[in-house]
């Protein structure tokens, strides 16, 4: 096992160094490159990711549910938080319902087993895989998105959220805070802090206008930076950057 992980990490290590540029979708993933492979900061080029900001979109006609909140992600790694999410909601009034949005297979278990360890099954709807069409409504429905992740090296989630016009509340962990900005798109709490997360979450339930200013905000910073037009527009400058360090 030592020489498989150790294989791809070394020759990682030899490749990056070789490299005149590297592109990364976070200053967060440009430092861990650092760190892990010694690669120069001064190499390390940030194109954020990008998405479609008019298939992502408000849905004015979509009606919203009372003290709902959205979760989309893998809910068996443990990296993406769901068991504070879950443990949260035992600390949240009992009207508060939570949609988790995950495209893996059917037989996923750890997250059925722990709504029923906390008694909240009847709380939470694992939907299984469903299309973009009925992501995007989901969205829509939803009060609050709630991104509890000990690590995301981007994190679509959260902007796909944003460009929704959804509030978000996320951990303080990865590039999360790079994409939730400082500009009031949503809430940073710390990681693996459930109860940090309900107070959050509470936060935006108890306030409607609240929750709208920020979903405003929260649409403008995507359109803003995670655009598919900005990250080509930003890629075309690295290439001319490589290709004229070589003329």
Excluded at 61 to 86: A, C, H, M, T
Excluded at 106 to 131: C, E, M, S, W
Excluded at 182 to 211: M, S, T, W, Y
Aim: overall charge positive; glycine content about 6%; aromatic content about 8%.
């Amino acid at each position: 096992v030592k020489r498989v992980l150790y294989y791809p990490l070394l020759m990682q290590r030899i490749v990056s160094n070789r490299m005149d540029l590297i592109v990364t979708v976070s200053r967060d993933s440009a430092r861990a490159i650092t760190e892990a492979f010694g690669v120069p900061p001064e190499k390390i080029r940030v194109v954020y990711n990008g998405l479609d900001s008019s298939q992502f979109a408000p849905l004015p006609d979509e009606p919203k549910k009372p003290n709902s909140l959205i979760f989309v992600g893998n809910s068996e790694d443990r990296k993406k938080g769901l068991l504070y999410l879950l443990q949260s909601l035992i600390y949240l009034p009992e009207e508060v319902s939570l949609t988790v949005v995950d495209g893996g297979a059917p037989q996923r278990i750890f997250g059925p087993l722990l709504t029923d360890k906390y008694k909240i099954a009847h709380r939470v709807h694992f939907t299984g895989k469903i299309g973009p069409g009925e992501l995007i409504r989901l969205y829509n429905r939803a009060e609050v998105a709630v991104v509890p992740s000990l690590y995301e090296g981007f994190g679509f989630p959260a902007a796909e959220a944003m460009a929704c016009e959804l509030p978000v509340v996320a951990c303080s962990a990865g590039a999360l805070p790079e994409v939730v900005g400082e500009d009031g798109a949503g809430i940073l709490v710390p990681p693996r802090d459930a109860r940090a997360l309900a107070e959050a979450i509470q936060k935006l339930l108890r306030d409607p206008a609240l929750r709208r200013r920020m979903g405003r905000a929260a649409r403008e910073r995507v359109c803003k930076f995670f655009t598919w037009e900005n990250a080509a527009r930003r890629m075309v400058e690295v290439y001319r950057e490589a290709i004229d360090a070589h003329r």
